[in-house]
């Protein structure tokens, strides 16, 4: 049995604090705040814990169902079901059975589920005793089979009628640690060696980027404080060349990215260009972020925090009112192309989000698009697999915008797992995040 988490800490402890991140996820929080309330020691394990459940909380949530019509308490329900995900399926769980299920009823004597600890153990020791018959039966909830909600499931099947069970498929796999590496400062080839005389091993993906084979902290990345490399999935380094192609790039080219935080393309944007760039976020907080990102890798931006909607509060007083030769829309969106590096978005996601989220997309696009000087390009981008906050939605804005002309782009690119396809040029693993990737073009008129 592979364990999922360090041993230096008791099980029950591990499990405890992992479901109080489950908890508070199902209460609506994301994962980032509540393992950041984890302390220290535990906070690993909690996240592999908490991570491994997340990708089976389907199955779980249908087996409790199963065991338990009426639910417990949201403290006993996470526990159980974290519980559930963990030793549904016996050839694949991390831990012994019945050391899963003692572990889990000693979790809840000592927590806030002590009320329910007999409920819980007998909950597990039924399962233990009918795990056939239940799985068999829990089957035949789609919920269960895919471990995605309803929803999301019949999103799929309607835009992707060919492909839908891969995209799931692969959404419960985990994703690889990917690098971009610092052409200003490094090359692959030479990063690759770099890695290699720290026993670390990375396949090139594209251009600037390698697959690591392991992923580790950032701490054992060799040149990562003087910013010789950076974390970004193969998938989102494609936006910054996709912007700059066919551009003179020793030109000093202004360039908006006007959703920019974290800062990661605005990076991109300057490691590969000599462009003016001004990075854009709405939140003060975030723009800090961007400080760090760029501070580290000795680049500089000028970086603005305002409502990219609303270029009236922004645009004369920060840029002089300067058109941009060059715009990146990297739009607020589901996120639902990363699900395997952020399993807690499919739970927390509801339906109605997409249209609100849609609407904030149209918003921007048609908000920046008088900014951008005639022979430009916009480039709209979004983390989501889901074609109303693709494909849909740049070809409503091309039919209400007689001067926009869309070039050659790759579109939706479902997410894909190593050995799936090569569906970003140059990346032999075809490992990448889902995105999507609209290039507009400004005509003169």
Same mark, same amino acid.
């Given at each position: 049995?592979?364990?999922?988490?360090?041993?230096?800490?008791?099980?029950?402890?591990?499990? @405890?604090?992992?479901?109080?991140?489950?908890?508070?996820?199902?209460?609506?929080?994301? &994962?980032? %705040?509540?393992?950041?309330?984890? =302390?220290?020691?535990?906070?690993?394990?909690?996240?592999?814990?908490?991570?491994?459940?997340?990708?089976?909380?389907?199955?779980?949530?249908?087996?409790?169902?199963?065991?338990?019509?009426?639910?417990?308490?949201?403290?006993?329900?996470?526990?159980?079901?974290?519980?559930? =995900?963990?030793?549904?399926?016996?050839?694949?769980?991390?831990?012994?059975?019945?050391?899963?299920?003692?572990?889990?009823?000693?979790?809840?004597?000592?927590?806030?589920?002590?009320?329910?600890?007999?409920? $819980?153990? =007998?909950?597990?020791?039924? !399962?233990?005793?009918?795990?056939?018959?239940?799985?068999?039966?829990?089957?035949?909830?789609?919920?269960?089979?895919?471990?995605?909600?309803?929803?999301?499931?019949?999103?799929?099947?309607?835009?992707? %009628?060919? &492909?839908?069970?891969? $995209?799931?498929?692969? +959404?419960?796999?985990?994703?690889?640690?990917?690098?971009?590496?610092?052409?200003?400062? &490094?090359?692959?080839?030479?990063?690759?060696?770099?890695?290699?005389?720290?026993?670390?091993?990375?396949?090139?993906?594209?251009?600037?980027?390698?697959?690591?084979?392991?992923?580790?902290?950032?701490?054992?990345?060799?040149?990562?404080?003087?910013?010789?490399?950076?974390?970004?999935?193969?998938?989102?380094?494609?936006?910054?060349?996709?912007?700059?192609?066919?551009?003179?790039? &020793?030109?000093?080219? +202004?360039?908006?990215?006007?959703?920019? =935080?974290?800062?990661?393309?605005?990076?991109?944007?300057?490691?590969?260009? #000599?462009?003016?760039?001004?990075?854009?976020?709405?939140?003060?907080?975030?723009?800090?972020?961007?400080?760090?990102?760029?501070?580290?890798?000795?680049?500089?931006?000028?970086?603005?925090?305002?409502?990219?909607? @609303?270029?009236?509060?922004?645009?004369?007083?920060?840029?002089?009112?300067?058109? !941009?030769?060059?715009?990146?829309?990297?739009?607020?969106?589901?996120?639902?192309?990363?699900?395997?590096?952020?399993?807690?978005?499919?739970?927390?996601?509801?339906?109605?989000?997409?249209?609100?989220?849609?609407?904030?997309?149209?918003?921007?696009?048609?908000?920046?698009?008088?900014?951008?000087?005639?022979?430009?390009?916009?480039?709209?981008?979004?983390?989501?697999?889901?074609?109303?906050?693709?494909?849909?939605?740049?070809?409503? !804005?091309?039919?209400?915008?007689?001067?926009?002309?869309?070039?050659?782009?790759?579109?939706?690119?479902?997410?894909? #797992?190593?050995?799936?396809?090569?569906?970003?040029?140059? #990346?032999?693993?075809?490992?990448?995040?889902?995105? !999507?990737?609209?290039?507009?073009?400004?005509?003169?008129?």
């Amino acid at each position: 049995m592979t364990t999922l988490s360090p041993q230096s800490v008791p099980l029950w402890q591990q499990l @405890q604090a992992a479901s109080g991140v489950l908890m508070a996820i199902g209460l609506g929080q994301s &994962s980032a %705040p509540a393992l950041d309330a984890v =302390a220290p020691a535990l906070r690993p394990a909690a996240q592999a814990l908490a991570y491994h459940g997340l990708r089976q909380w389907g199955r779980a949530q249908v087996l409790r169902s199963l065991l338990a019509p009426r639910p417990p308490p949201p403290a006993a329900d996470a526990l159980l079901c974290l519980a559930l =995900a963990l030793i549904w399926r016996e050839e694949s769980a991390p831990y012994e059975s019945f050391t899963l299920v003692d572990q889990t009823v000693e979790a809840a004597k000592r927590g806030p589920a002590r009320a329910q600890a007999s409920f $819980i153990n =007998a909950c597990l020791r039924r !399962f233990l005793r009918e795990r056939a018959a239940l799985v068999q039966r829990s089957d035949a909830d789609p919920v269960a089979l895919w471990n995605h909600p309803r929803w999301w499931i019949a999103r799929l099947q309607r835009d992707y %009628p060919q &492909s839908w069970q891969v $995209i799931l498929q692969t +959404n419960n796999e985990q994703a690889p640690m990917s690098l971009r590496v610092n052409q200003r400062k &490094s090359s692959v080839e030479q990063y690759q060696q770099a890695l290699e005389s720290v026993y670390k091993a990375g396949t090139p993906a594209g251009p600037s980027g390698l697959v690591l084979a392991q992923a580790c902290g950032v701490a054992g990345l060799p040149g990562f404080d003087q910013g010789l490399v950076s974390v970004q999935d193969p998938a989102a380094q494609m936006a910054a060349p996709l912007l700059l192609q066919d551009l003179d790039l &020793s030109a000093s080219l +202004n360039i908006l990215d006007a959703c920019a =935080a974290p800062g990661g393309k605005t990076a991109h944007l300057l490691e590969i260009s #000599n462009a003016r760039v001004t990075a854009l976020d709405v939140d003060p907080v975030r723009c800090e972020r961007i400080h760090q990102t760029l501070q580290r890798l000795g680049l500089t931006a000028h970086v603005v925090a305002a409502d990219a909607a @609303q270029p009236q509060t922004w645009w004369a007083q920060q840029c002089q009112s300067e058109p !941009f030769d060059a715009i990146l829309l990297d739009a607020p969106c589901t996120a639902s192309g990363i699900v395997r590096r952020h399993p807690d978005v499919r739970w927390l996601r509801r339906e109605s989000d997409i249209a609100q989220l849609a609407s904030t997309q149209a918003r921007l696009l048609a908000a920046l698009w008088p900014l951008l000087k005639p022979g430009g390009r916009l480039l709209y981008c979004t983390c989501s697999v889901f074609h109303a906050e693709g494909q849909d939605q740049i070809q409503t !804005f091309l039919g209400h915008h007689s001067d926009a002309r869309l070039r050659a782009s790759p579109g939706h690119l479902p997410p894909k #797992n190593g050995g799936n396809g090569t569906a970003v040029p140059d #990346n032999a693993q075809g490992d990448h995040d889902g995105f !999507f990737y609209g290039l507009l073009e400004k005509l003169a008129t």
